[in-house]
């Protein structure tokens, strides 16, 4: 019995004094005197930063370990960047007292130093920049974690979740926030031009899945990443924050000035609003997005979804201890196996309800609060974390890691939600110390006690709301609110005299090219080339700017290139190589939508410049009077809702946007590139324009091959030639140079050149004469691939939808995250070309009609969550059928892409008046559409059926919920 007591009385005295066995040893934190001075005050936070995070600072690479003991150290550049803005912001507080002994020096040169070894482990990855700006791939990207002492490598991507967006972008923004403030951490053009590199990298983050600031990717830790919405905003901030800035700070100079596309930084806003209020598509919200709603991103202008989005977060995630990551989160449970790197499938529903807090959003929290002027918030998540935060023997606050749920208590937490205490992870205990949440707390607690402001630690403005922006100096390029009201200016550019002269007999006032000297009307490609310049730099072995497209908010810009004046006119105008653009519907359409794009999504200082380009070709045959009522509505002032002023390019160039692009400085020794200008068609003034030269409506007869190709297959060749010789039917020249394509290759010699020469001229002659089916069956031959594609496949993607390509009844290809437009041409000519060659061509077009419809009408696709292209098209074909009647149904591929476009439209109109239910659940089935509240439904049903659920022969099982 003395035994018993003694043991008892060892643990009561243990519980009692000391606390629980989960816990660390918790020091008595003495109250601070009142009245303390600035000095006493700045000292104390001195006291804490150097002896919990400048003491863990590798000396040589600046870098902060993950882990503060052990030999073999290895740094995160996510949390070395929060370290060292906890430095600079101890650093800014400092600058207020005259005498700082040295510290306001030491302080920033600590930030410095870290901030210049995290760009050099980048730059000794060179390669890896120069790779991914070409395929932004996994094993393409730069990493994440270094050694903390050497800076070199220390996992390959097949062991580790390199691919973080968040975290170069997170670099990207601190940096042009340290120089902001007067740090000077950009020494030479070899580091601009590497800077110049990664913006490049970034701003592909809306189509660039990634493994997100946990490094897991997916929710349920497979290995696959995803697009996150934390990721893509902060990628939109730091575009924002380094878009016209010069890294040089105010000694820099034109050719230290950064450049972003704007049209890529609107994408990834555009991507961050479709995503939010979700992180992504397995994450229905994630504490990860509240750095970039709020500090240090500040990444949201829509007020609304912010709220939304907060609230969300706030309501799903809140505990006593801090936000979980996420719901289902295994991370550091008692439940997780330690030594797997990925979960098995459906594991992560064992985590349901224990998953660990983490304090570090509690003070994210308090920072939200002083930023949005809220005390009320600030006090409130104060209040949940003192209780907390563990000290050292030496009374410094230690913010935990995490919050757990010990092994004994899981199934009475799981029994009774919140019923069990949980304990902190060992932060604190033996020198280890969670340095992010250690950063963050600083920063948090200098702004409460007001020893730094909002505006300190963010000179460029970020978290000021859209509407009160000011400019910021050392900037080139300056954005500025959104204007709803917004007037486009016009200008109509005539390629010819002969054709100016034919307008203006309408009443339709044009200037030629000639007309608009000096200043020189250019392709968007033209500009492209240029941009092929910035970024160079042979040492480093980096290109330059990629081979990308610009878009319309791009070329709705003034540039100055080597002393000349340039205007662009939209890549709409280019003489595509797919045939969508030589039908003129579609050519309005398209230049109605980027009138209405322009002026949802302009954001700068000055008038969007829009140049409408026509050709004579556009007002050819039956599509003059279309194209005459669109030129007459720009001289109205209105066109689709969108407000227009039409004037000469001299006289509205004063109020547009001048971008200067300095950085193609050409020496003596230098050739200066060649550039091409749009010239004016010479063509006699005063002859007559052919305005019938195209035929209005080609007839079913002319698109119908007067060959049975059946026959043609196991003929010679000799035999297929003599017949293409003899042919003047179009639709049979493209069957029988199909049948010598597929047998003899491309470069086969005809009478007319090789096969390939001869069908692309089949491809024109079908285009002009409006021969739909013929064109398209001679583009699927020439493995033609439409632009706009792979963006295309993005807004679908993130709204929440998967993608499948594939013809009707075969094998269908699922796109569940954004595919490089390569990737996406082979997965359409491998799994389209088997019943129809057409088929590849058409799903195209669908694609990009429904990449569209999708953005501006999201409500048209409630109900499917994927979209089955093959299907669709059953569903156009199954809808003609039913309209033609006891009438041989129109043919889907003889319809024109403006046709197309409209039968999509109607057949994904949800009202069906007049229909059967018959018709309707076929078209409904055809698009796998689904009634409101089916998924919820089904998912109350799994939750009630243990065993799982078969429909169809088909097993669900409960655990893949």
């Not at 490094?215 to 905003?233: A, F, W």
């Amino acid at each position: 019995n003395s035994d018993l007591d003694f043991v008892f009385s060892f643990f009561f005295f243990f519980f009692f004094f000391l606390g629980s066995i989960y816990e660390p040893l918790k020091s008595i934190n003495l109250p601070k005197p009142e009245g303390e001075s600035l000095w006493d005050k700045l000292d104390h936070y001195y006291r804490i930063v150097k002896s919990t995070l400048l003491l863990h600072q590798s000396p040589t690479t600046g870098l902060f370990p993950t882990k503060t003991y052990g030999d073999n150290r290895k740094a995160k550049v996510h949390d070395s960047l929060y370290c060292a803005a906890c430095a600079w912001a101890l650093a800014l507080a400092y600058r207020r007292i005259d005498d700082d002994k040295g510290r306001t020096h030491e302080l920033e040169h600590s930030a410095i130093k870290c901030m210049r070894g995290i760009l050099y482990c980048y730059m000794r990855q060179a390669d890896k920049v120069q790779q991914f700006k070409q395929d932004p791939k996994p094993s393409a990207c730069l990493h994440s974690v270094f050694s903390a002492h050497t800076g070199d490598e220390v996992f390959s991507h097949k062991e580790y979740g390199h691919l973080q967006i968040n975290a170069v972008s997170l670099f990207l923004l601190y940096l042009v926030e340290m120089i902001s403030s007067g740090l000077q951490i950009i020494y030479n053009t070899d580091e601009v031009s590497f800077i110049q590199n990664l913006v490049f990298c970034v701003e592909r983050a809306y189509r660039v899945p990634d493994f997100g600031v946990w490094e897991r990717g997916s929710k349920y830790n497979n290995g696959s990443p995803e697009l996150h919405s934390s990721s893509v905003g902060l990628a939109k901030a730091a575009l924002e924050a380094i878009n016209g800035f010069n890294l040089f700070g105010k000694q820099g100079c034109s050719w230290s000035v950064i450049f972003v596309d704007f049209d890529a930084h609107n994408r990834n806003r555009q991507t961050l609003c479709s995503l939010l209020p979700r992180e992504s598509r397995s994450h229905n919200t994630d504490a990860a997005l509240l750095p970039c709603l709020s500090y240090p991103a500040f990444a949201l202008d829509d007020e609304v979804l912010f709220n939304q989005t907060l609230d969300k977060i706030i309501r799903k995630l809140k505990g006593k201890y801090g936000f979980k990551r996420f719901l289902r989160d295994g991370y550091r449970t008692a439940l997780e196996d330690k030594t797997r790197r990925y979960y098995k499938p459906a594991e992560i529903k064992l985590f349901d309800g224990i998953e660990c807090e983490f304090p570090l959003f509690f003070i994210f929290m308090i920072i939200d609060g002083v930023f949005r002027g809220n005390p009320a918030q600030v006090k409130e998540y104060q209040d949940l974390l003192d209780p907390l935060l563990q000290h050292t023997s030496e009374g410094c606050p230690v913010v935990p890691k995490y919050y757990y749920v010990p092994a004994d208590f899981v199934d009475l937490e799981k029994k009774n939600p919140g019923s069990q205490k949980r304990f902190p992870s060992n932060s604190g205990r033996d020198g280890k110390f969670f340095l992010w949440g250690q950063a963050v707390y600083i920063i948090a607690k200098l702004l409460a006690d007001k020893l730094v402001s909002p505006k300190d630690m963010d000179p460029v403005g970020r978290y000021v709301s859209p509407q009160d922006q000011r400019n910021v100096s050392m900037r080139f390029s300056n954005q500025g609110p959104l204007e709803n009201d917004l007037v486009v200016h016009v200008a109509l550019i005539a390629e010819s005299q002969r054709l100016q002269v034919f307008l203006n007999t309408y009443g339709i006032q044009t200037q030629t090219p000639q007309q608009v000297e000096p200043i020189q009307i250019w392709a968007q490609k033209e500009l492209v080339k240029a941009y092929f310049h910035l970024g160079v730099n042979d040492k480093l072995g980096l290109s330059g700017r990629p081979d990308r497209p610009i878009g319309c908010l791009g070329t709705s810009k003034i540039y100055r290139i080597l002393g000349k004046t340039v205007v662009c006119y939209s890549i709409i105008f280019d003489l595509s190589d797919f045939y969508m653009s030589q039908d003129v519907m579609m050519l309005i359409d398209d230049i109605k939508n980027a009138l209405q794009f322009i002026k949802q999504y302009w954001k700068m200082h000055g008038r969007p410049l829009f140049v409408v380009l026509i050709r004579e070709d556009n007002i050819r045959g039956s599509r003059f009077n279309p194209i005459l009522d669109m030129l007459a509505a720009f001289r109205k002032g209105i066109v689709g809702g969108v407000k227009v002023h039409v004037d000469r390019v001299q006289t509205l160039i004063s109020g547009a946007v001048v971008e200067q692009l300095d950085f193609l400085r050409i020496t003596d020794t230098e050739e200066a590139p060649v550039f091409k200008s749009l010239e004016e068609l010479d063509l006699p003034k005063h002859s007559k324009v052919k305005r019938q030269s195209s035929t209005p409506n080609a007839s079913e007869l002319e698109q119908q091959p007067d060959v049975n190709i059946n026959d043609w297959k196991n003929k010679s060749t000799y035999e297929i030639l003599q017949k293409l010789n003899d042919c003047n039917c179009l639709a049979s020249q493209a069957l029988l140079s199909g049948v010598l394509l597929k047998r003899e290759g491309p470069n086969f010699i005809t009478k007319e050149g090789t096969v390939a020469e001869h069908i692309e001229r089949i491809y024109r002659r079908a285009g002009s004469k409006k021969l739909w089916s013929v064109v398209r069956f001679a583009a699927s031959l020439l493995g033609k691939l439409v632009d706009s594609l792979a963006p295309s496949i993005t807004n679908v993607l993130v709204q929440g939808k998967q993608v499948t390509l594939g013809a009707f009844g075969q094998e269908e290809e699922v796109i569940s995250n954004p595919l490089s437009p390569a990737v996406i041409k082979n997965i359409i000519y491998e799994k389209c070309h088997l019943q129809d060659e057409r088929e590849a061509v058409v799903q195209q077009e669908l694609v990009i009609h429904i990449g569209w419809i999708i953005s501006n009408s999201p409500e048209l696709f409630s109900g499917m969550l994927k979209i089955r292209i093959g299907w669709i098209i059953h569903a156009m074909k199954y809808e003609l059928k039913i309209r033609a009647g006891d009438m041989p149904a129109k043919d889907l591929y003889q319809m024109s892409p403006s046709e197309v476009k409209q039968l999509l439209l109607d057949i994904l109109q949800p009202q069906q008046q007049g229909r059967s239910w018959l018709n309707r659940r076929h078209r409904d089935g055809s698009l796998n559409r689904t009634p409101a509240g089916f998924y919820d439904r089904v998912w109350q049903i799994l939750e009630r059926t243990p065993n799982g659920l078969i429909v169809a022969g088909k097993f669900f099982s409960q655990a893949k919920t």
